[in-house]
């Protein structure tokens, strides 16, 4: 009976061995996948607007499309590139490139949001999220007691200040992301709700209407699960036509 009870007991700390390693293991993969998704969103195409020699064939027929559906909403010259800019487009100064479906530039990653790399934002925002929440419990159970609050101060003043930035950066992203989603879900990029005041197709419009909302499960499906460009100026003319 001893034997079996010390093999069992052997059995049974082998495998907590086996999965100690576990959770650094996905911690550290989860780090990996932020830093990735950072580089990623930082130096992809947030979908500027090309000139007519850098366009592909598709391109120019989406282009040629757009021109004929908004023929009452004609394009506008941009003043800084000189380029056709489609509806909800803006010229980027940080990026000197104008961006089709601007949300906003991002100091973080250095890059403009846009339509191309929106969604992977999004994605960027989650993970790191995870990340900071997982880093909370590791960076408490590293805190050592000691008999005075000087003599505490002194041992984890480093990891103090370290769950101090942990924590700000935190309820920084947490807001992001919860300012991004309602975004989103009204289909409003972050310069339109910022300056639709000033905005020419949206001064056109009522105070409380959208013209690109499509109700908020239908934006939530249309951003996170269609790909490839919108002729948001089509959009723009069938609800514009509805709402008359």
Not at 63 to 76: G, I, K, L
Not at 104 to 125: A, D, Q
Not at 190 to 202: A, C, G, H, V
Not at 211 to 234: A, K, S
Request: hydrophobic share 40%; with cysteine; proline share 3%.
């Amino acid at each position: 009976k001893t034997c079996l009870s010390y093999l069992s007991i052997s059995d049974l700390y082998n495998q907590e061995n086996k999965w100690i390693y576990l959770k650094p293991l996905l911690f550290i993969l989860t780090v990996l996948c932020s830093v990735g998704l950072y580089f990623s969103v930082s130096l992809m195409d947030p979908g500027y607007v090309l000139s007519d020699s850098e366009k592909t064939f598709s391109e120019l027929a989406e282009q040629e499309t757009s021109t004929m559906t908004s023929s009452t909403v004609p394009m506008r010259r941009c003043g800084y590139c000189l380029l056709k800019r489609p509806m909800r487009a803006r010229h980027c100064k940080s990026c000197n490139r104008c961006v089709r479906r601007y949300d906003h530039h991002c100091p973080w990653i250095e890059n403009c949001v846009g339509e191309k790399n929106h969604r992977v934002f999004m994605l960027y925002l989650v993970v790191q999220l995870v990340v900071l929440l997982w880093a909370f419990p590791l960076a408490w159970s590293g805190f050592h007691s000691e008999a005075t609050w000087s003599e505490w101060l002194r041992v984890n003043i480093f990891l103090l200040l370290a769950f101090i930035l942990i924590s700000i950066v935190t309820v920084v992203v947490c807001l992001l992301i919860v300012c991004q989603l309602y975004l989103i879900s009204c289909n409003y990029t972050t310069w339109e709700f910022m300056s639709s005041y000033r905005i020419s197709y949206l001064k056109q419009c009522d105070l409380d209407s959208n013209p690109f909302d499509r109700g908020i499960v239908q934006n939530l499906w249309n951003f996170f699960c269609t790909h490839g460009p919108v002729t948001w100026e089509r959009v723009y003319l069938r609800n514009s036509y509805n709402t008359v």
